[in-house]
């Protein structure tokens, strides 16, 4: 029972869930992207302080 | 059902690191240019130029740095104006004649491609008698008085490039003359005969040639190959206003010659950069580049020598309010800084001197 308690336990640890991966995929570099974004346009303005 | 969510929130965790991460790595690699834009480059053409002369008239625009910083002091500080502080004009050892005053001003001649020449006076220094000491030497004077000289610069209104106009006005009193806006009415009035007694200040040759203003945040052509660009630049001794020239020299790149450049050098080259055709290569800077003119020293006045070399300079001509303490620092940095001769009271050979000349072309 332990030593199968066990095996379930590890199995799920191994176990991604997909959809939450490539959702978070998605998320994960669109956050970068407008976080960039939002810099790179205040590095190279001329007129924000 | 609540296992399920737990998996999907921890997928979410995991996708969304790995997704931040991967763009944060493409970002600056292969996807580069489209995140970090590269940055503009200017495309006002300003022509072409065959080559560019300049000569030191002076530099030394004043004999004592402890009896002009004490002069502003006693005055009241850097905030005063400069029209009304009784600059020390007698008993300074190192003076000339006892007066402190010298002044900076550089003969600038201009050769075009079709062969004919320009020549451009920048600034007109301080102390009359010792300009005219120094328009002598050169023979300045004598080119004044024959309209040689086609135009008088101003770089700006202080007292050490401008006080010493009477110099120019009684040779030429009609020759025309360019401002950076922001002089001041006492300025103005220099030019037409007014007298400061408190600053031992005065003109008795009225200015009757053309005079113009010329705006900030533009490129004023000048000649083939030459303009000025203004600054809004707000300056000590209650003075606004700077202006530089810039030159194109022809197969070798940009040019920039500055009075004082109060505005920063960095920040002049990269206004060059971003308004002027062939700014991505400047070939030559000469003038003063105000970085220690007391030989003081600032932290930050490191990281701006480690900037200069990124703008591709291959001549670097520098005086006056440039301080030895930064040619010194410029040399040891590997700046193709060109020394001088030491000549006329200048006291060092680290840059270029009165008397001294660099040519661009």
């Known amino acids: 029972m332990d030593e199968n308690k066990a095996l379930e336990a590890k199995k799920s640890w191994m176990d991604i869930n997909w959809p939450g991966f490539f959702a978070g995929l998605v998320l994960g570099a669109g956050l970068f992207y407008i976080t960039i974004r939002i810099i790179s346009a205040l590095m190279f303005s001329r007129t924000a302080a | 059902m609540g296992v399920s969510r737990r998996g999907f929130l921890k997928g979410l965790a995991l996708g969304g690191t790995t997704g931040y991460l ?16 590269p940055a503009a480059v200017g495309d006002f053409d300003i022509g072409t130029c065959k080559s560019v002369k300049c000569t030191v008239v002076s530099e030394t625009s004043w004999f004592n740095n402890k009896r002009v910083v004490q002069d502003m002091k006693d005055a009241g500080g850097l905030l005063v104006n400069q029209y009304i502080i009784p600059w020390s004009n007698t008993g300074v050892k190192e003076g000339y004649n006892g007066n402190n005053a010298g002044g900076y001003s550089a003969l600038i001649d201009l050769e075009l491609l079709d062969g004919s020449k320009k020549k451009i006076l920048l600034d007109c220094g301080w102390n009359t008698e010792w300009m005219d000491e120094c328009f002598k030497r050169e023979g ?14 101003l770089s700006h209104e202080h007292f050490d490039h401008f006080f010493g106009v009477e110099s120019v006005l009684k040779n030429c009193p009609d020759i025309p003359i360019i401002v950076p806006k922001g002089f001041y009415k006492e300025g103005f009035d220099l030019l037409k005969g007014a ?5 031992h200040l005065k003109n008795d040759y009225p200015h009757t040639g053309p005079l113009e203003v010329r705006e900030s945040g533009k490129v004023h052509p000048l000649f083939p190959g030459c303009a000025t660009i203004s600054f809004d630049s707000a300056i000590i001794c ?58 003081d020293w600032d932290p930050q006045y490191d990281d701006l020598i480690q900037a200069l070399p990124s703008y591709g300079v291959e001549v670097l001509g520098c005086n006056h309010c440039t301080g030895y303490l930064t040619a010194e620092k410029m040399i040891l940095a590997g700046l193709p800084v060109v020394q001088g001769t030491a000549r006329f009271r200048s006291k060092k050979k680290l840059f270029l001197g009165n008397g001294d000349q660099i040519v661009f072309g």
């Open chain 2, 22 to 37: 991967a763009m944060a790595g493409a970002s600056s690699t292969v996807l580069k240019d489209v995140f970090i834009p």
């Open chain 2, 140 to 153: 300045v004077d004598k080119m004044l008085k024959n309209k040689e000289i086609d135009v008088l610069v």
């Open chain 2, 195 to 199: 007298s400061f007694p408190v600053a």
């Open chain 2, 238 to 295: 209650r003075v606004l206003g700077e202006q530089g020239l810039v030159f194109n020299v022809k197969d070798k790149g940009l040019v920039a010659i500055t009075g004082c450049c109060h505005m920063g050098i960095i920040s002049f080259l990269e206004e060059i950069k971003h308004r002027v055709k062939g700014g991505d290569k400047i070939y030559g800077i000469q003038g003063g580049l105000h970085i220690s003119p007391f030989e």
